[in-house]
């Protein structure tokens, strides 16, 4: 048991290294080069470049030292571990990855693939529970003190700022195409965090629910839950159907229900990251 847990350990440490260096990648090939600021500390650093001519690894290990201090005071050691790790091992990457050439592209191309390489990187750290410190730690810090405020809302208005001072010392139009990359970057990492093994959800509520059920088993090899549901304003006791299945398998599923009845209410749902016999194990034994 202790093996397998070292080995899960290892491989997260692992992938927090290869997210990190895939992070410092689009900041020194893409965002650096372009200066485009798109908040964190790697946006400050890329500022503090240009003023100071201040390296992005030493604006990252500066920055982030006092903030584990009382990190550490405040949610204790084992909070901070991988919090530590991740933000050292950042002004690592920021290095090291420094010696490869930087692409002198247009603003677009530098906004959309940063983007990619930037979010790329966060989201596999965040699949490994770990973070890269900066502005996070930072909202997590000020969320201790003001309780009552969403701690999305402190992340906000921190990265609002550095984005601010990028926006006065660069110029609005890198300012704009920083909040392409902005956008680009929260969707590579909820896509990451959320998952890409995409399927459907399917409620089925019917007063032939028990033939409908027959018909899909038949035809849809898949599994199917019935629920307990009850109209409010009828006050009609009927069953509802739940099927998670391929997004091929919706059309097929549809039809047959729409053949038994033409009546029936269907609702669909995105679901991720489906785990289970027939999606991640087997159909059969």
Not at 17 to 29: D, E, Q, S
Not at 109 to 121: H, K
Not at 170 to 184: D, W
Not at 237 to 248: G, H, N, P, Y
Request: overall charge positive; glycine content about 10%.
């Amino acid at each position: 048991m202790r093996n397998i847990l070292r080995k899960k350990e290892v491989k997260n440490y692992l992938m927090i290294m290869l997210g990190i260096t895939i992070l410092a990648i689009g900041i020194n090939v893409y965002y650096s080069p372009q200066q485009l600021v798109t908040g964190g500390v790697s946006g400050l650093s890329i500022v503090l470049d240009y003023v100071f001519s201040i390296p992005l690894w030493l604006t990252n290990i500066i920055v982030n030292l006092p903030l584990f201090i009382i990190g550490i005071k405040i949610k204790g050691m084992e909070f901070a571990k991988k919090a530590i790790f991740g933000t050292l091992y950042v002004s690592v990457a920021l290095w090291y990855t420094s010696f490869i050439p930087p692409v002198h592209s247009d603003l677009l191309i530098a906004s959309v693939f940063g983007g990619l390489f930037v979010g790329t990187g966060v989201g596999l750290v965040l699949r490994s529970s770990a973070s890269t410190g900066g502005t996070d730690l930072l909202a997590i810090i000020l969320k201790h003190y003001l309780k009552k405020v969403p701690i999305n809302q402190i992340l906000l208005c921190i990265d609002g700022c550095i984005i601010v001072i990028g926006l006065f010392v660069f110029g609005v139009e890198k300012a704009m195409y920083a909040l392409i990359s902005i956008f680009i970057v929260s969707k590579v990492v909820n896509t990451l965090v959320e998952g890409v093994n995409y399927s459907k959800g399917v409620h089925i509520i019917s007063d032939k629910s028990q033939e409908i059920s027959e018909v899909l088993m038949t035809h849809i090899n898949r599994g199917i839950t019935s629920l307990n549901g009850k109209g409010v304003y009828t006050g009609r006791e009927r069953d509802i159907l739940f099927i998670v299945c391929s997004t091929e398998e919706l059309v097929e599923i549809q039809k047959l229900v729409r053949e038994v009845d033409d009546k029936a209410f269907i609702t669909v749902t995105d679901v991720r990251e489906v785990m289970g016999r027939g999606f991640t194990e087997p159909q059969h034994d």
